[in-house]
Nanobody
């Protein structure tokens, strides 16, 4: 069974930095896109960053200039560097991957359970 696991969340002071990691495990044939989303209490889930297998990147408007996404395709991993964190960045951060498991013919979209990021002012 293919699954995603995030790590690296925690409590950080305003202005600080965090690096989140996401690893896809299981029998995977191909990973197309890896995304990071976040959801703050009472708000809709929003895109933070997205990177496809060609290296094309998109960032959410609210975080542009403060975040950086990267991938290690050999490890089926994605990373999110968060800099100059603000209290409004407090949220659960989710990793999503569009990938094809070995036993599947089509791409599937799967989510990780999320990792909490709390920024104190």
């Amino acid at each position: 069974q293919v699954q995603l696991v995030e790590s690296g969340g925690g409590l950080v002071q305003s202005g600080g930095s965090l690096r989140l990691s996401c690893v896809a495990s299981g029998r995977i044939a191909y990973v197309n896109v890896m995304d990071w989303y976040r959801q703050a209490p009472g708000k809709q889930r929003e895109l933070v960053a997205s990177m496809n297998d060609n290296g094309n990147i998109n960032y959410g408007e609210s975080v542009k200039g403060r975040v950086s996404i990267s991938r290690d395709n050999a490890k089926n991993a994605a990373y999110l560097q968060l800099n100059n964190l603000k209290s409004e960045d407090t949220a659960v951060y989710y990793c999503r991957s569009t990938l094809r498991p070995l036993d599947a013919q089509r791409l599937q979209s799967i989510w990780g359970p999320g990792t909490q990021v709390t920024v104190s002012s």
